[in-house]
């Protein structure tokens, strides 16, 4: 059983917290929670979605240069990582279905 049948929408980030330093439970929930942010902005804001997830691999590989997006001082980023990619378009992609129903 995957994050994805364990964890609602936004419940990735909740769980994030209870561990913030630690960086190997940041890197598992990383993928789930680029799932549930992109699938709940694409159902509010189509366009917005869009943009988002066309934008995810420039964000991956600035994580990968090293570029500060977050993830500093109080609670650590998940690792950049082809996961986090694919967590986020299947995201966006069930945005997209759900609009569709």
Do not use: C
């Amino acid at each position: 059983m995957g994050l994805e049948e364990l964890l609602n929408d936004y419940e990735a980030y909740q769980a994030r917290k209870l561990r913030p330093m630690d960086q190997d439970y940041q890197d598992s929930l990383g993928p789930e929670e680029h799932r549930q942010f992109l699938k709940e902005t694409t159902n509010l804001n189509p366009a917005l979605g869009t943009l988002l997830a066309a934008g995810v691999p420039f964000y991956t590989a600035l994580k990968a240069l090293g570029v500060p997006l977050g993830g500093t001082g109080e609670m650590k980023t998940s690792k950049p990582s082809l996961a986090e990619i694919g967590g986020a378009w299947t995201g966006y992609g069930q945005g997209l279905i759900d609009l569709l129903k």
